[in-house]
């Protein structure tokens, strides 16, 4: 076994230095494997067809991805494998990110490294707080959680329940979009807080549909939560008793929504990706998607991704091949992107993400499920700094 | 009256079923006591009671003149009450040097330091090695002192039990049928044993072999669904109708 | 017998039981094998940290399952509380390493005794879901605390100074992998002079038939509390370095799938030998690594299948099958002596 | 007072779907003394396999049901003959490990077959909504649950207790040798034990989709629920199972009405006390591993 190990370390040392010279290479650590399968297999989908869409090499230097998968929320996995990204496969970026704890526990590695780190998912504020290498391209739960209750309030509503997941992205929803929503002068009724391990949310939502509310606010992770909300929803019949139902895209997100199935029609959500956003970049960004997997559908995780990637080209493009990291970064604050979603910014001062946020209905649009955008807030900044 | 273990209007009862009734039992210091009675008579459960392992239902048992009714099991092998098992209830992979060694450490507890009893190697306590390697040698186990005892023949694993029961130094000895399963012509060896034993150990000797039982016990009790039919000397016993009448079933 | 014969047989049976407690020629190799690693893999010393960190872990389940035959689903509560207690440490000011491991073993240690009257009660299999159902609890509180531990996000701020004031624990993680060697060269020496003092022999014999050790006057449940506590102890130093060496703590540290992963690595290596833990979580976690390179999505399925043909084909685990193959070379040499 | 009945009817559903997932893993774990982990991947397999019959092979619902009781029951044949008759006897923690690498294997394929994600069921019309009842708004699917999970219970006491086949099971798990010498071929009879254990998750897990949802992580994110009632319930005892799911159906879901923020402590802490209360499960035998 140990002789093995010895020629294994010989013969990579050996590669890299011829490989070192004409390829930039992108450390990705993801959720590959485990309950948050889906996030790593977006993000990689998302970035495999930017580079199917703009080939596989800019400024004359080949980009090669090096995708790890961190198996799930485990900061010490992703930690050791950014390390070994870094020190082994001497990146020259890293990137994804589908979890805050394993961004917060690599920061110190980028910081160290000089590595610049590129979020394509993981939404909690303080994240580009940890370390000056860090851009976001996703987006923060603030970012989407303040313009659902400015809409709401707009609309005429003035009693809301608020239901969010018991965690702290959970936490952070549930205040901000309290904050914002009283200081308009609405008035939330109530908040509830659902366990993450939840199979069943009959109860909350009978509670919720006991003191009769105008609408009901809800934040759960995408996937099975939003599956088992929904369920409830439409099984203890809130929609006939005239609660409108309010969420960020996470509940109503185009990887999830066919199996909501037709209990979603009708829910208003805010978020900064649709896959009905009407924009050439989109229709291009779905028919490159298509290609790389036909099976699943596209979501936001896939545009972050896609965009993360769109960003690697751009600095690699504008430094010529030969990436520094803190050039890097001086090119990464304030770069303007067109992105499927739409036009987006990596702010000067956070480097955290500018973006618009929609406004959007489920509709069935040719036999499928989307959210149909129909107002848009135009780029709209981080609430959580 | 001085009795080294004694029974105070002891018993025990599953529900409607009494197991142990009302009985005064008292073992005479240096006495050879046997206990006898027909299957399901109570014997186990008595022993049970005596070694803690049951509580009664109500009585109390002494030792020594202490009440030990409430005292755990391994209390009252420090204090000097020791039995064997009517199974052998041993430990498999565990050599007889390392069994017998094992109980004489535990004994030997108070007098070792914390650091000698937990980081101190184990071949270190060589006077406890050495006693228990004659302990042995006087049970004629000395030559399979190393083999592990699940290897040991079952003859061997009977004295084995006896030797963990006597390592412990005890005042009391409660033997549950020791001869049991043992072939008519070995059981010699294991009275050799029981006959050595020093006379200020007192024996209470559960058995079926009525040859061992006459030819080792002075004192003799019949036990009867759980209550003393008759307690005297194994004449007084050998004679009594009644006892005859238990053991040859026409009784009521 | 004269008296010389006596003296021969009787030294040759105490010749047999220190033979048992020396250092067998195996065990140095594998520490001075661990020392090597240092030299040899200079890149992958962090994983070689997380490795070593999770073979103490597995050392101290161990202590319980194979040593004590507990079988438990929740032994990471005490990782996870360790990992905490350095982690809370750090965040209001007290970075030195080494008394911060000292603090964070005793309330890990703590927390195994409060827990142990629980864990002690009723069969195997309510002591597994009791275990477990403890672990789920701590889970959840953590999660809960969000001020305090950073819930499901993980604690921010967690700066580890330097250890002596020398050797600060960088990305490379050289300091670091040394002193995870020296901690768990320390607690495993500890260890090993535990099983084999009279202490341990008693634990043996608990293990072996329990009802017997009674019966000879081990005071077995307090003997049992005792063990699961220094297993909780050392449960929490695993905890607290791998909170200090990668200066962070995340909610999984208290996870169930941690608690399985272990049971599944000690298993592997092979239960009550001491090493079974370290060799286990080595092979487990170097596995694991090298297939999910190969196939990042699909890797579960290999890693399934292992399992499955250990069970069939190692019966005892990796030292299990070691200790029939060198017995059988043993053998063979006898053989060939006699 | 309305809403009292209300949450006893959900708790009494959400603890039948329990039951019916976990009285599998009661019979294999109390009758046969076998640590199946594994347990969960036949409910699993039941989910999806009616995710295929009813999207691909265009079976109704109710229809489904009792064609993935068998092929699970089925399935779960080959499955014991190969991986589980060679570790009956051998400590639990070998049928630990098997068991989990099985669980491994499931997820991945499962993975590998449907993809990550949730997969959707489209329940028929007559089981979506609510019913009202004397002023109660009753879910549909939950009673359709409880009929399913009285007739199952009923079905299987009966069996146990008042058939030939059940004296059987009874008798070889109490004694396997002396069942042996009475003629009672104890492997052919384990073998059909496992298969209703195994069709039972099968069935459960299919109608536990609507309310667990499914995805390739189902058998170890619910493996902590399937073992948490068993274990309470006391292994082997139908009733006892039962009882258990019930019982911590209804404080999991008063628990979330009455006291939301506690959340999830109230499962867990429900079991941690009913186990230091019933050591050996609320009905189990008191047997010793």
Redesign the interface.
Known sequence: MKKLMLCGVFALVAGQAFAAADTIKVGVVAEMSGTFADFGLQMTNGAKAYMKQHGDSVGGRKIELIIKDSTGPAPEVARRLAQELVVKDHVDFLAGFGLTPNAFAVAPIATEAKKPTIIMNAATSAITVKSPYIARVSFTLAQVTEPMAQWAYKSGLRKIYTVVADYGPGHDAEQTFKKAFTRLGGEVLGELRVPLKNPEFGPFVQRVKDSKPQAVFVFVPAGELAVGFMKAYEERGLAKAGIKLLSTGDVTDDAVIDALGDSALGVISTHQYSAAHPSPENTAFLAAYRQVDAKTRPNFMAVGGYDGMAAIYEVVRQLKGNVDGDKAMQLLKGMKLTSPRGPIQIDAATRDIVQNVYVREVKRVDGKLYNVEFESINAVKDPGK | MNAVLETRSLCKAYGGLAVTQNLNLSLARGARHALIGPNGAGKTTLINQL?G?LRPSSGSVWLDGVDITQM???ER??RGL??T?QIN??????TP???V???I???ERAR?GVL????????Q??D???EA?ALLEKLNL?QD??VETRALAYGKQRLLEMA??L??RPKVLLLDEPAAGVPEGESDELFEVLGALSSDISILLIEHDMSLVFRFASRITVLVSGAELVTGTPAEIAHDPRVREVYLGKGH | MNMMEIAVTKRHHLGALKARERWKPAEIVFWLALVAVYFVFPTSLVFASQILITGLFALSLDLILGYAGIITLGHAAFFGIGAYTVGLLARHGWHEPLSALAVAGMVAGLAGYLTSFIVLRGNDLTRLMSTLGIGLLLYEAANRATDITGGVDGMQGVEIGELFGLFRFDMYGKSAYLYVLGVAFLLSAFTRALMHSPYGLSMRSIRENRTRAQAIGIPAGARLTNIYTFAAVIAGVAGALLTQTTQFVGIDVLGFQRSADLLIMLIIGGTATLYGGFIGAAAFLLVQDQLSNLDPRYWLFWLGILLIAITLYLPGGLLGALGRVSAAVARKRRGEDA | MLNLFGVLFDGLAYGTLLFLISVGLSITLGLMRFINLAHGVFAMTGGYLLVILMAHAGIGFVAALPIVFCVTALASLVLEHTLYRPVYKRTPLDQVLITVGIVFIAIASANFAFGPGQQPVQLPAALKGQLDAFGLELSRYRLFLMAVGAAITLALVFGLERTRMGAMIRASVDNRRTAQSMGIRVDRVFQITFAIGSGLAGLGGALGVNVLGLDPYFSLKYLVYFLLVVVVGGPGSVIGTLLAALLLGVADTAGKYYVPQLGAFVIYAAMIVLLLLFPHGLLGRRYAR
């Open positions: 070694t392992v755990a099991p391994h092998v420090a020791s039995r098992f209830t041993l430990f498999p992979q565990l040097l390392e069994a060694t094992n109980v450490c535990e004994r070792l000698q009893r937990r980081f101190f190697r184990l071949s306590r060589v406890e090695i050495d390697y000395a002192c190393q963990l029961a390592a412990a």
